[in-house]
Every structure is written in C-alpha cells, then in structure tokens.
C-alpha cells in the first residue's frame, strides 16, 4: 500500500456506485437538498441516506442542515486529490508508451 492511498481507497469505492456518481453529476450544478437529490431514485429514504453517507464519509461531499432540511455540497478538494492521483497516472503511463513505441519503431539495421 502506498503513503497516502487511505483517502483514494474510500473515494474510489464511494465512486464504484452508480446511484452516487449520479448524485455526484447532480451536485455538479451546485447544492441540493437531500430529497430533491432523492427523487430520480426507486428507493426508500433510509437506504438513499446510505448513499449520502458513503459520500460524505470518503470526502466527495459534505451535509449542512438547516432546520429539517439537509443540503449537500461537492467537496473540491476531494475531486482536486483524485485528479493529482489521475494525473500522476497519466504521466507514468505515457512514458511507458512512449518508451513502448520508441522501441517498436526503432530501425533494426
């Protein structure tokens, strides 16, 4: 395990699900409250609220509540660790491909 994967773990699993990628492209738009966020699902509120749970506890959002009313908001910063993560990723993998073709294509004779 590498130093620092611990945060990435949780992201990534809460990003395995497709009911919370969806919640995730909705909170895109800015804030919602979490029962406009629970419409579009066939789901009863208690098993949606897991959904918000997941999210919250691995950083890709964070719940305010006002009243009786919850409101979720993006995490930025959550988004800004994983696209570091990706970028590093993409940077490694395009110098093996690079060296890849460099080798491929050299001139045998």
Same mark, same amino acid.
């Given at each position: *395990?590498?130093?620092? =994967?611990?945060? $990435? !773990?949780?992201?990534? /699993?809460? %990003?395995? !699900?497709?009911?919370?990628?969806?919640?995730?492209?909705? %909170?895109?738009? +800015?804030?919602?409250?979490?029962?406009?966020?629970? /419409?579009?699902?066939? *789901?009863?509120?208690?098993?949606? *609220?897991?959904?918000?749970? @997941?999210?919250? /506890? =691995?950083?890709?959002?964070?719940?305010?509540? =006002? +009243?009786?009313?919850?409101?979720?908001?993006?995490?930025? @910063?959550?988004?800004? %660790?994983? !696209?570091?993560?990706? #970028?590093? /990723?993409?940077? $490694?993998? @395009? #110098?093996?491909?690079?060296?890849?073709?460099?080798?491929?294509?050299? !001139?045998?004779?």
């Amino acid at each position: *395990m590498h130093a620092g =994967s611990e945060p $990435l !773990d949780g992201i990534f /699993q809460a %990003l395995a !699900d497709p009911t919370r990628r969806a919640i995730l492209a909705r %909170l895109g738009g +800015g804030p919602a409250a979490v029962g406009e966020l629970a /419409q579009p699902f066939d *789901m009863a509120l208690p098993s949606f *609220m897991k959904h918000i749970a @997941a999210l919250e /506890q =691995s950083g890709l959002i964070r719940t305010e509540k =006002s +009243g009786r009313v919850r409101t979720c908001t993006l995490e930025r @910063a959550t988004f800004a %660790l994983v !696209d570091g993560w990706l #970028g590093e /990723q993409r940077r $490694l993998w @395009a #110098g093996r491909t690079d060296r890849l073709e460099a080798f491929v294509t050299r !001139d045998i004779t």
